[in-house]
């Protein structure tokens, strides 16, 4: 059966400090290094081990693969980075911290901006501290100036589709190392979430999701490998 392996980036710096992160390439903490580290255990002592990896085009995502693949013995397989991987790109928020920013927004606006499912925060100004466009790893890339989930997923779906379903289906054991938004709207598709409820949904640091799929490349019940 294929089985499909999401993971979250391990805790970054910014995670750390309370701010909006976003496209900024941010590291790892030695938490987060630790927490890719145990999910690589986890994978080798489960048995689950890849045979094909994607990750997005952010540090901490490669990173958290890495140190995952290292540790179950597979670095050695195939990886593909993708910016439509990225986190989901939070504007003109990004870099800011989320306590100050409810200060002078409000909490009611914050929580619109963080959990709408197509209300995105303030478009990023050109030429801010955090403006990625002369970024290289992004040259012939539109990169956006601001991003709600419905639009993080109009991204990440279709290369699922053409990317990475076709790996799955070819009966590879695939890991995607990438971020809460990103990782939010696979799981919304998979597990059929509706719009309303994939707002609430969280996906922890560092723990590897599964889900296994059927001989029609159906998807069953997602689990947490640590609880199987």
């Not at 309370?18 to 145990?38: H, I, M, P």
């Not at 925060?121 to 890339?141: C, K, Q, T, V």
Request: charged fraction near 25%; proline fraction near 6%; include cysteine.
């Amino acid at each position: 059966m294929p089985k499909l392996i999401l993971v979250r980036h391990g805790q970054s710096q910014w995670n750390l400090e309370n701010r909006f992160t976003g496209w900024w390439d941010v590291d790892l903490t030695e938490q987060g290094e630790a927490e890719a580290r145990a999910a690589g255990d986890l994978l080798r002592e489960r048995g689950l081990l890849p045979t094909a990896a994607f990750t997005s085009l952010q540090t901490r995502a490669i990173k958290t693969l890495q140190f995952a693949l290292e540790h179950c013995g597979r670095l050695w397989i195939p990886e593909t980075k993708d910016w439509r991987l990225n986190e989901r790109h939070y504007g003109g928020l990004t870099g800011l911290d989320k306590q100050q920013t409810r200060e002078r927004h409000g909490d009611e606006q914050v929580h619109i901006w963080r959990r709408s499912f197509d209300v995105p925060p303030p478009d990023m100004e050109p030429g801010s501290d955090y403006d990625l466009a002369s970024d290289p790893r992004y040259a012939g890339i539109a990169v956006p100036q601001t991003e709600s989930l419905k639009l993080t997923i109009e991204r990440v779906l279709p290369y699922w589709e053409s990317a990475i379903l076709p790996v799955l289906a070819s009966g590879e054991t695939v890991i995607i190392s990438a971020h809460g938004n990103s990782l939010r709207a696979l799981v919304k598709h998979l597990s059929g979430i509706s719009d309303e409820d994939i707002t609430g949904l969280e996906i922890p640091t560092g723990q590897p999701i599964v889900y296994e799929f059927d001989g029609a490349m159906t998807p069953g019940e997602r689990y947490y490998l640590k609880d199987s």
